[in-house]
């Protein structure tokens, strides 16, 4: 399963999984930092999560997002990340 930009303004960039049941988003914070949220829906077939991580630029936080897309795809290898 694969992942799609379902919305993009100057201040924010955000994914869903293409079943609907996952959005990465990625914004900047209010000190510098950027943030980068993962949200997984109870329906998901493994179950609801959350998870927020910061970086100190934008290239970082984009390093995440690719990271949490491979992590959090459906039917992706377990890991120690599984958890959102």
């Known amino acids: 399963m694969g992942w799609r930009e379902v919305r993009s303004t100057e201040r924010l960039t955000e994914w869903?999984?293409?079943?609907g049941h996952a959005t990465i988003r990625l914004r900047p914070g209010t000190d510098g930092s950027w943030v980068v949220r993962a949200d997984?829906?109870?329906?998901?077939?493994?179950?609801?999560?959350?998870r927020r991580e910061t970086a100190p630029s934008r290239?970082?936080?984009?390093a995440v997002v690719e990271r949490w897309q491979r992590t959090f795809d459906v039917g992706a290898a377990p890991d120690a990340e599984q958890d959102p």
């Open 59 to 62: 290239e970082a936080a984009e």
């Open 40 to 50: 997984r829906l109870v329906q998901a077939p493994e179950g609801d999560g959350y």
């Open 16 to 19: 869903e999984r293409e079943d």
